[in-house]
Structures are given as C-alpha cells and as structure tokens.
C-alpha cells in the first residue's frame, strides 16, 4: 500500500518539552509538507522540503524544527519555543515541478499540551 | 492578496439537494484551484480541482465552476448523501513554484437524512 504515515496519533507534552513528530512516506515523492490545523481555520504550512537535506520556512515556522535525511522521512519537531502548539498536524508529499501543488495528506497527528 | 476566502463556514442541506460551497481570491497568478474533503481526526483528501483554462470540470456528483474574471471558484455537490458530511477546503496555488497551497478557512457540511 502506497500512502503517508504519521505517528502517533495522539500526543501529549507537558509545557517545555520537545516533541517529535514522524511522518514517513513510500511514493517516491521528493517533496514533503507540514501544516497545522486549528479549529475554524484552514491549514497553514509550516515547513517544506523539496530535496533531501533542503528544506524552507513556511508561513509559521517559529518554534518548529524540521530534518530530511532521507527521501521517505520528513520528521517535525515542535520546541519549547511554540507558546501554543495544541492543534492536529498534518504532513503531506508531491512530487516536484508543475504538478508539486497536487498534494496527498497523512491521517495526522493531535498535539495536546497539558 | 495572498489570502483565499470560503463561505460559508457552515451548511446544512438535505439529502438529495444541492450543496454550493464558494471560494474568492485576489492573486492572478494562482493558477491550481483544488478542493479536499476531510473527515473528523482524518487527514484532506484530494477531490477535485481545476486550472484556469476551463470553467468547469465535473467528477460524478461533484462539479467546480471556476469564473476566471470574477476570481471565484465554487464546489457543487449534487444529490447530496449523509455520506458527504464533512468539512470542505478549498486552496489555491502556483504552479512551478514551491508546490505551496494557500487554504480557505473550511466549510463544515452536514446532510440531514
């Protein structure tokens, strides 16, 4: 079965503290994506990464860490630094060059700070 | 001009009718208009989407009429089912950039038996 996965599906971090976040894919796509979700709201792009070792800021990325090591994996670390990380995250993949905006999601993962 | 808006953010239809979901934008440069379909604690799921060089494209019940000049592209879900109940976003891009999607804010459709 081709597709994206993440896990977990729930997580729960204290206040300070660093959690990862995995997101493996196996359709050969060279770029990756992580958005967060809020209630009411649409997604917002945190993080992308279009080639191993490369990736950019997206439009909220404070607070956020990312590593691509490898062409399957697109892991995100959320840092002590994001003053409200609660919400679902959401990693997607593409392939690259026209067609990089036609993007397939992963089932998510629901970040609750206690 | 970066922004996309959706409305409404919430519809209730019954079942057999028409649902209308509609996007406007102000970036002319966007030129890939897709539509995701997404159930409660599921990640989007691609639906349908349209460029620029059509008005319309249909995909079973589901159709997106894109009006180029009035920079609005809609979703109609004809014979609506229980089944479509969930929450719609439309996005917007450009195509040979960054693969970035700018999202609307969501419309959460129910379709009452």
């Known amino acids: 079965d081709g597709g994206i996965t993440q896990s977990p599906k729930y997580l729960f971090r204290k206040e300070g503290q660093n959690v990862t976040l995995s997101c493996e894919q196996n359709l050969n796509h060279d770029a990756m994506y992580w958005y967060r979700q809020d209630p009411g709201q649409g997604l917002r792009l945190i993080y992308y990464?279009?080639?191993?070792?490369?990736?950019q800021k997206g439009d909220i990325a404070e607070g956020y860490s990312v590593s691509r090591e490898k062409k399957e994996s697109f892991p995100l670390t959320v840092t002590s630094a994001q003053k409200n990380p609660t919400a679902f995250y959401l990693c997607a993949s593409s392939i690259m060059g026209d067609r990089s905006n036609e993007q397939f999601f992963g089932p998510g993962t629901r970040l609750t700070v206690l | 001009q970066q922004q996309v808006k959706q409305s409404p953010q919430s519809l209730i239809v019954q079942k057999g009718g028409i649902s209308i979901i509609n996007c406007a934008y102000e970036n002319t440069a966007f030129d890939y208009f897709p539509w995701y379909q997404q159930f409660p604690g599921k990640g989007p799921a691609l639906l349908i989407a349209i460029r620029p060089d059509v008005s319309e494209k249909k995909e079973g019940r589901f159709t997106i009429s894109f009006n180029k000049s009035a920079k609005q592209f809609s979703l109609h879900i004809m014979d609506s089912q229980p089944g479509d109940s969930a929450t719609y976003f439309c996005?917007?891009?450009?195509?040979?950039?960054?693969?970035?999607?700018?999202f609307g804010q969501g419309t959460t459709l129910q379709v009452k038996p």
């Open positions: 996005a917007a891009s450009i195509s040979s950039n960054t693969g970035k999607l700018i």
């Open positions: 990464s279009q080639i191993v070792n490369d990736f």
